[in-house]
């Protein structure tokens, strides 16, 4: 066994180095102080527990805000919360309730944890009324599949940083949902959730990284070990191996393991039955070999130059395009577009799609090679007019996006492209040490295609190697699976779009079945030729529990995607069930932790944002081109940025790519005063936002919440709400209020006349009391008309 050691960069100045902008108490910088990474892989899939440290420097109590990556397949099972002499286990809860529940908390002086996911791969953590001096630890628990890259190799990659995205459409206005450096946009109306502040270049290491991999083929025959972006260690005990990242590392990038695998069978079935009940999950691998029949193609190849793309990543990208473009044939047809905020198109070949001669293949590479990186990433026009180029034709249609998929509007983009796309099939190719795997992953799935991820030129050889067999023709399409003699529930395959099968390239089909773990599953397809093909595989039982929460994780982001794309209206009801029934997170619940001791005086505590690392190789690019336009939302105002610092996209629209404001904290041994870069941690509007509200008070804001459930609720649940729930929070925060001398006047009557609901009342009784309790708590918190909750679908 073998462990390739990449060399790294010249290393970050010194911890003494304090650099520009550093924010300094007597006891510490920021809150987050430690991130720890421990997986064990057993076989093709790893159980990870994440370990996030955080620590109060002030002499107040603290809300740290901390918004971070995590892989986009995994599944997060359990949250625990650990402080002083105290453990907590977090639940798993609808989100608004969730949401509710944790304002409660901190307002009610307990401490709380929340975790809730923005993108598949981008997720927040709150943690409150962290005592001064104190240290609170969160244990965060995921499944992990690892992806097959061919027939003889699979990645375990683990994002460590979340990098700046380009976030298109108009301000809207009202309150923030999140405390990111972005304003929310029609495009993206979760931006300021998804937007970190970045660390200032020069700033020491303010986060201690660890990172430990134990790896057990499990009977597979691993052949190699190879760590892409960092500096490893290896320790051989028996059948396990474990590798160690050295100590001192930054988090900036994506830590990625690649296990090689000799040549093994090719097709297998794993049946696991639940503890109770009758039902189970199964997982069915299909490693296809042999060669197709090729055909006459259409291809649409897009490439993004946005300002993101500086330095490496455009050299990769160019190299990538001009290598798929030298794949075509004189039957094929072709076009190519690159992009920024404007689309452009190699000189003499029109708008067309143009025959893919010697000469014709000469002028793409041609325009490739003058490409460089410069403006913003409008994503949206040109793969839209891919699509157009590739409408009505009758020959097998394929789009190739060549990107580090850098946006925050991917909701917009699945939602206008998924009707689009019927008969075509995406493939993604991402390039960035930070890559939104997300993103790429959900486009190539509503596309029928694969996504391949690039995190160095070293890396690309052999990425394009698998892109050309991606792009050819396929083995077998128009995929159906059949049982024989196991019974598969019904809509519970995943990936719901089973596409097309390529030479090398594995599919992984997981979904639920009912009776004995026994029985049989083929997958069956059409040739290249126009024959019948076929795979097939008998079950063997196992107890993986992570088989079946991999699967769920599977199946909601199919729930997920058909709600964005604008699915059957029970969708949201269907994902929450599914996500509570197996205690998997999704976008629409969320793990809440609540201590039940009082630790503090109530009110909202001082408030900080974690900031991230600035990702690694991203650099200042070439000014943007005066001409633009953005279809489809409307563009950023021309604000002039503030000049990027090192690392930094220039380009990108001032919300997502200048700098964070300096840090403005205490000198040593002060009381802090204000946030850090400016921010609130979700509990108001951004400073000096038009149409903004005034920022709520802890009573206000956990009312709020309460607002927010109320109006979501169903007629036949109002009743059990407003009297077994609503009437004890209103006592509390009465009691609360009136113990700090505030006037609770209309709470009291609120309460009062609630109190005279009976259960048996009809329901346009129970209505009345219902709609006069919202105008009650609208006028109390003073909220503007509510918009949809951020992680909703807009009407």
Known sequence: MTVRILPLP??????????????????????????????????LAAGIEVVQGFRNPFDMPLEATYIFPLPDRAAVTALRMEAADRVIEGTLKERAQARQDYDAAIAAGRRAAIAEEDRPDVFSMRVGNILPGERVTIRLTLDQPLPHESASSATFRFPLVVAPRYIPGAPLDGERTGPGVADDTDAVPDASRISPPVLLPGFPNPVRLAVTVDIDAAGLPLTAIRSALHVVGEEADGDRTTIRLQPGERLDRDFILRLDFAPHEAAALCLVPDEAGDEGTFNFTVLPSGDARPSPRDVVLVLDRSGSMHGWKMVAARRAAARIVDTLRAEDRFAVLSFDTVIERPRDLGAALADGTDRNRFRAVEHLATLDARGGTEMLTPLDEGCRLLADSTRDRVLVLITDGQVGNEDQLLAHLEPRLHGVRVHTVGIDQAVNAGFLNRLASIGRGRCELVESEDRLDEAMEHIHHRIAAPIATGLTLQADGLEIVPDSVAPARLGALFPGVPLVITGRFRGSPSGALSIRGTASDGTPWEQRATGITSTDRATTSIWARAHLRDLEDRYTVGGADDLERRIVETSLRFGVLCRFTAFVAVDSRVVTEGGTPHQVVQPVESPRGWAAPAPAPRAAHAAF???????????????????????????????????????????????????????????????????????????????ELPEDQRAHYLLAELIPMLDSIIQRMEAQYLDATTLVTLRDDLRRLQPTADQPTINDHWSRTIQVLTDFTGQTPPRTPFWKRRK
Not at 11 to 29: F, V
Request: aromatic fraction near 2%.
């Open 10 to 43: 010249e290393t970050e100045p010194a911890a003494s180095d304090r650099g520009l902008g550093a924010l300094s108490t007597d006891k510490g910088n920021l809150p987050l102080d430690s991130v720890g990474v421990h997986a064990s892989i057993t076989g």
């Open 633 to 711: 939302a409307a563009a950023p105002a021309p604000i002039a940025p503030p000049p990027a610092p090192s690392g930094m996209p220039a380009g990108m629209p001032p919300s997502a790519s200048a700098a964070p404001p300096p840090y403005s904290g205490p000198a040593p041994g002060a009381p802090p005063s204000g946030r850090p870069f400016g921010r609130s941690a979700g509990r108001g509007p951004a400073p000096g936002r038009s149409g903004s509200v005034p920022a709520l008070t802890g009573f206000q804001q956990e009312l709020s919440n309460v607002l927010d459930r109320l109006r």
